[in-house]
């Protein structure tokens, strides 16, 4: 399975981005698929995750993220709003062989490269 994350940029506090991730290999609509993100020194953190049996989001962009799917495209979204200088990170997506939705990076099985988000305030 091969995943491809794009969308990343600079964006002032309040702005908006959207993230992309295309999937070659697996149907998005089969699997669970997820966003991570990571600054370094921290811990990878789980941002959102869609699949079975519903969407699931961190608490800390509850509210301001949402996660979709485009099944004819292939691709997994994650719409960014009402950004904080608190969101930059490197975003990852990731996908599991099965549709159950988990949280912890160790359940992912396949990762895409990143894509930096950065967040001015």
């Known amino acids: 399975v091969l995943l491809q994350a794009y969308g990343g940029g600079l964006v002032q506090a309040g702005g908006f981005l959207r993230l992309s991730c295309a999937a070659c290999?697996?149907?998005?609509?089969?699997?669970?698929i997820g966003w991570f993100r990571h600054v370094p020194g921290k811990e990878r953190e789980f941002v959102a995750a869609?699949?079975?049996?519903?969407?699931n989001y961190a608490d800390s962009v509850k509210g301001r993220f949402t996660i979709s799917r485009d099944n004819a495209k292939n691709t997994v979204y994650l719409q960014m709003a009402s950004l904080k200088p608190e969101d930059t990170a490197v975003y990852y997506c990731?996908?599991?062989?099965?549709?159950?939705?988990?949280?912890?990076?160790?359940?992912?099985?396949?990762w895409g490269q990143g894509t930096l988000v950065t967040v001015s305030s």
């Open positions: 990731a996908v599991r062989t099965t549709i159950v939705v988990r949280t912890r990076p160790e359940e992912y099985d396949y």
């Open positions: 290999g697996r149907a998005v609509s089969n699997v669970a």
């Open positions: 869609i699949g079975w049996p519903s969407t």
